[in-house]
Nanobody, 120 residues
Framework: QVQLVESGGGLVQPGGSLRLSCAASGSIVTIYGMGWFRQAPGKQRELVAD???????NYADSVKGRFTISRDYAKNTVYLQMDSLKPEDTAVYYC??????????????WGQGTQVTVSS
């Protein structure tokens, strides 16, 4: 079974940093892309950043210059380095992967979510 496991969330003060990790495991055939979404209380889920298998990246305007997405191909892991965190970054962050496995056609997979809270 294919799954995504996230880690790295927590409580941090404004201006602080966190690094989120998401490891994909299981009978993976192809990973077309991975990314991070977030959902703040009372708001819709939004794309934070994503990265293709070739390494092309995309960021939401609100996090450009502060967040960096990267991937370790050998470990099927995507990271989100978050610097200069602001209270408005508070949300549940979800890892997403566009993958094909031995048992499934190409589809979207989601992690369980990890809470990021930016507060004094």
């Amino acid at each position: 079974q294919v799954q995504l496991v996230e880690s790295g969330g927590g409580l941090v003060q404004p201006g602080g940093s966190l690094r989120l990790s998401c490891a994909a495991s299981g009978s993976i055939v192809t990973i077309y892309g991975m990314g991070w979404f977030r959902q703040a209380p009372g708001k819709q889920r939004e794309l934070v950043a994503d990265i293709t298998y070739r390494g092309a990246t995309n960021y939401a305007d609100s996090v450009k210059g502060r967040f960096t997405i990267s991937r370790d191909y050998a470990k099927n892991t995507v990271y989100l380095q978050m610097d200069s965190l602001k209270p408005e970054d508070t949300a549940v962050y979800y890892c997403n992967a566009d993958m094909k496995s031995l048992s499934r056609v190409r589809s979207q997979y989601w992690g369980q979510g990890t809470q990021v809270t930016v507060s004094s």
